[in-house]
């Protein structure tokens, strides 16, 4: 039952007019038609039925209606109260709209087995479904049908945008949590990093010590062999002044053969003496106690007394052969063939390998040119103590054997020079004999540069508690050393190359430990602010989230790009041929075909299957096709207005029809047989249809 | 709008079972917490 009243006060100017539903009843059956003549009240009762159910909050409602409620509502020149109770067949029901003044706000109320409750305009569409419509150019009015998908695709595109923003706020939210994962992981770092960190301060303490010792030792070393030399510059010096002083007052005139003759024997010599010099800073290591004293020995063969006899010391051969002797016995290296050959095939490869160092080449095991020479390097290392020991053995032996040979050419030309001294004869060019001068000029000079030379070692000595009082006694100490056994027989250079390896090696490890310290320094502060963090519900989903957040975006995209731009083409009917078959546009169809149910041509009622706006056809159950542009305009005015009440919405539906003039009773029809089926399942509360006619006409539709 | 109607048409064109658990949630104006929770439950399960 549709109970109703109103007052409409309307300005004039020269009167004002009041209206009352004087023409119409005031109780109306829940589905009914009404015919009436114009001015009989008809559209107003219409327009206050929607105004009172918040037809005004309706976003979908037709416009043209919307602006004759919103005139009506808030028109300076017309006042407007009343009052509209509508309640179902079975009485449980009842909605109740009034403006009690017209200034007042409009109150529903609903009120369900006695209880009353107050709908604001949002509950009131959340619960009933207010249509209220002209049927107008109605094919066209299909196309509102599908505005509505878009309209819905669009808007749950924003809320599922709005899920992904809170599924990312989660996923950032965990990891701004507690992570026990991660919490196990860093104690783990922790720990590892605290053993790493002590092996490496084990490594680099031993390392550092033997560093240390290593200088020492090779600074002692080069104080020893520095101020040796020096002494034996200084004792060389004191023999030629003493010849010198002995001389002094002669005039010394010698034949110039023969003065070519001494300097070339002189230089000769020379570097026989260096030879010789050589030998006994490289044989010390390889005798043993016993064989000592052939260091004493050596150093006191005087190679300047062949000036003096014209024949070297045959002591020197004899001492060639005993030290030869000695280093056989001592030394021998084809015990270590095995470990040299190898070392030589490192030192061959890593030659070799050097003239590609600047091509793109890699090696079997992924290795670059340069990565392989590295690791060829730090593999040889092993054998290079070896190395040495054999290589100076062999320096050294070759050099006895020069030294021998040397022996044979000197006495020869010792020889011719004692030949030349004979021989001189009157009237031969003489010249001054000045050459002991000139050496002892060339030894001061030497002299000045090894005292300078002195000063290095000296000073790094002293660094060391090392200095020439307390030098042999440090010596020995330090070759009494294990671990600095393998370096006795090295030079000053290759002990240097020695103490080069050991330095790159102590910084390599400082560098580590410095790194592995900030990284456990690192690890305990993230450890520190994850224990004071709270754990994240969804912690344990973290990987399922990152999923969900990919396929909710997906998703999105499908709504509101994918979707919004097929449902546009069918709105602006430019659907690319080959996209045709897309289901989604079949799916479209069949909707519309769902909406609209049944449609009259040509005197007969068809159950619509789809229909195609892009073709413009309607395509029934039976397999036929009727064009849009075919059908009356009643007949599509029916069409339209059933897709209305079509719909699968839980909400109750009030259906208001206006101006259905152009329907006849056979289009009429379709729609209250639709009233009728939503009446009795009680989703339709009011059905009304309302048309102008000549003479008041009020025909309840609620039987067939 | 009839959203139902419209929420059945989606039904029909997304295949994807967990989208259209989404959309069937959204359209009932389900609360962001209680979506999730309900993913979560249905992909433990396996079921999508």
Request: hydrophobic letters at 35%.
């Amino acid at each position: 039952m549709i109970d109703f009243d109103y007052n409409l006060e309307r300005d004039y100017g020269d009167e004002i007019k009041h209206f009352k539903p004087d023409k119409i009843p005031t109780t109306l059956p829940n589905l009914v038609y009404i015919e009436a003549p114009n001015s009989s009240g008809k559209s107003t009762l219409l327009n206050i039925l929607a105004l009172g159910f918040h037809g005004l909050k309706n976003d979908r409602m037709n416009i043209a209606l919307k602006n004759k409620m919103s005139d009506l509502a808030n028109s300076t020149h017309q006042k407007l109260t009343f009052k509209v109770n509508i309640t179902n067949a079975d009485g449980s029901l009842e909605l109740a709209s009034t403006k009690g003044t017209p200034e007042g706000d409009i109150m529903v109320r609903e009120t369900i087995g006695g209880k009353t409750t107050l709908l604001t305009p949002d509950a009131f569409h959340r619960k009933y479904n207010l249509i209220y419509d002209i049927p107008d150019n109605p094919t066209e009015r299909l196309n509102q049908l599908v505005n509505e998908i878009r309209d819905i695709q669009k808007m749950y595109g924003n809320r599922i945008g709005a899920f992904r923003n809170y599924l990312t706020s989660i996923t950032n939210g965990i990891q701004q949590s507690r992570n026990p994962k991660r919490l196990e992981e860093l104690k783990g770092l922790i720990e590892k990093g605290t053993t790493d960190l002590q092996k490496i301060n084990e490594a680099l303490e031993v390392d550092e010590t033997f560093l240390n010792t290593i200088e020492k030792f090779s600074y002692a070393k080069m104080l020893e062999k520095t101020s040796s030399d020096l002494v034996d510059i200084y004792d060389q010096i004191g023999k030629l002044e003493v010849k010198i002083q002995k001389d002094q007052g002669k005039i010394k005139r010698v034949n110039k053969r023969f003065q070519n003759q001494l300097v070339k024997t002189k230089s000769f010599l020379s570097e026989m003496k260096d030879c010789k010099q050589q030998i006994a800073s490289l044989i010390e290591p390889y005798l043993l106690k016993e064989d000592k004293h052939h260091i004493d020995l050596w150093s006191r063969i005087d190679l300047d007394a062949a000036l003096e006899d014209y024949v070297v010391p045959s002591s020197l051969d004899s001492e060639i052969l005993a030290l030869k002797r000695v280093l056989l016995g001592q030394y021998d290296p084809g015990q270590d063939v095995k470990d040299l050959t190898e070392a030589k095939v490192y030192s061959d490869l890593i030659e070799f390998l050097n003239n590609y160092r600047n091509s793109d080449v890699t090696l079997p095991g992924d290795k670059t040119i340069d990565e392989f020479i590295a690791q060829l390097e730090e593999s040889s290392k092993q054998y290079r103590d070896l190395k040495i020991k054999a290589e100076n053995h062999a320096k050294v032996n070759r050099l006895l054997d020069q030294l021998r040979d040397n022996i044979r050419e000197a006495n020869e030309m010792l020889s011719a020079l004692y030949k030349l001294k004979r021989e001189s004869s009157p009237g031969e060019e003489e010249v001054m004999d000045e050459e002991d001068e000139k050496e002892l000029e060339e030894l001061n000079r030497k002299r000045a540069i090894v005292e300078q030379s002195l000063d290095y070692p000296r000073q790094e000595c002293a660094k060391r508690g090392v200095y020439e009082k307390n030098l042999d006694e440090v010596l020995d100490d330090l070759e009494s050393i294990e671990a600095l056994a393998p370096y006795r027989v090295y030079d000053n250079t290759q002990l240097q190359g020695a103490i080069d390896d050991m330095r790159s090696r102590v910084f390599a490890l400082q560098r580590e430990k410095k790194n592995k310290t900030e990284a456990v320094r690192l690890y305990r502060n993230e450890l520190a602010r994850q224990e004071k963090l709270e754990p994240h519900k969804y912690q344990g989903h973290l990987q399922d989230l990152h999923m969900l957040v990919n396929r909710v975006m997906r998703l999105e995209q499908k709504l509101s790009v994918d979707f919004d731009n097929k449902i546009i083409s069918v709105i602006d009917k430019r659907v690319d041929k080959k996209a045709e078959n897309d289901e989604y546009y079949e799916e479209v169809a069949k909707y519309l075909g769902r909406r609209v149910g049944y449609v009259r041509h040509l005197d007969e009622s068809f159950k619509v299957s789809k229909i195609d706006l892009i073709r413009g056809n309607i395509i029934t159950t039976s397999g036929k096709t009727i064009r849009l542009t075919d059908m009356g305009t009643g007949q599509s005015q029916s069409a339209y207005l059933i897709s209305l009440l079509n719909t699968d919405d839980k909400r109750k539906i009030i259906a208001i029809f206006d101006e259905v003039a152009m329907m006849d009773k056979l289009s009429l029809e379709p729609i209250y047989n639709k009233f009728r089926e939503l009446y009795e399942q009680d989703r339709l509360l009011v059905g009304i249809v309302v048309q102008k006619g000549d003479s008041t006409n009020i025909v309840s539709k609620l039987e067939a | 709008m009839d959203e139902d109607s419209i929420t059945s048409f989606l039904d029909s064109v997304i295949k994807d079972e967990l989208e259209r658990k989404i959309i069937r949630m959204i359209s009932e104006g389900v609360s962001q917490d209680k979506i999730l929770d309900a993913l979560l439950e249905s992909m433990n399960e396996g079921g999508t």
